[in-house]
């Protein structure tokens, strides 16, 4: 591991074009839990909250569980250290974009500013109609569903539901980034959702080398990544921060 680490943090530091590819797994030490697996969201809540046509025909049942997750207990969650190397990275030049499929802006509150968002950000809302937005601040979600105040259209959260496209813009940045990277971090994801998960592998086969951080292998590690590192996301990026000595 401790060979492992000094190549990885060589290959940073040496970079031109890096990026980031983060998921569930860096927002964990936040205390937001995946939404797979045993004890993920899914476990707890049913799936239909997210549907778009469960979401337009039944919105406050929807809006209810979507307060629940996204704002109630979400809402709370505050960067960890792994997002704050990340910002710590991109300040020093070193890390050009993060790619997520996270919706619960911490990079962004950590101070990253090239962030592609895959999958939106529930942090804020959006009218269908009109397309204003509004930050969760601005609006009394103890009335459910959240209403627009020019048209009273049902507010939608700015995030991807089942059923719904990938935002243009996000993917195409997206794509971009990995085509023209020469380094890639993945950070926390399993490599299982689509069509995410591509990202790395365009990555690849433009010729970047794939560092993976992960607790355990994922879609990835036999199959494109050059160097795994087994562990928590903060740990593990924390012990590469030294080694290049950033500024903390």
Sequence with gaps: ????????????????????????GISVESGIPPFRGPDGLW?????????????HEY????????????????????????????????KEGL??????????NLHQEAGSKQVFEFHG???????????QMYLPGELDLNKLPPRCKNDGEVLKPDFVFFGEGIPED???????AARMCDVVLI??????VMPAAMIPTEAQRAGATIIEIN???????????????QGKASEILVQLQDLISLKK
């Design 43 to 55: 476990s707890k809540y049913d799936p239909k909250c997210l549907d778009l046509d469960y979401f």
């Design 95 to 104: 890390l050009k974009a993060i790619v997520t499929q996270n919706i619960d």
């Design 59 to 90: 919105p406050k049942e929807s809006w209810t569980a979507i307060k629940s997750i996204f704002y109630d207990f979400f809402g709370k969650a505050k960067y960890n250290k792994a997002h704050k190397v990340l910002a710590n990275l991109e």
């Design 215 to 229: 607790t355990e292998p994922s879609n990835y590690t036999d199959k494109i990544t050059e160097i795994f590192l």
């Design 170 to 176: 996000a993917y195409r940045k997206s794509l971009l």
């Design 121 to 131: 950000n529930s942090q804020r809302m959006i009218c269908p109609i009109c397309d």
């Design 1 to 24: 591991m401790e060979n492992d680490l000094k190549r990885a943090a060589e290959l940073i530091k040496n970079s031109n074009s890096m990026i980031a590819f983060t998921g569930a």
């Design 187 to 192: 950070i926390g994801t399993t490599g299982e």
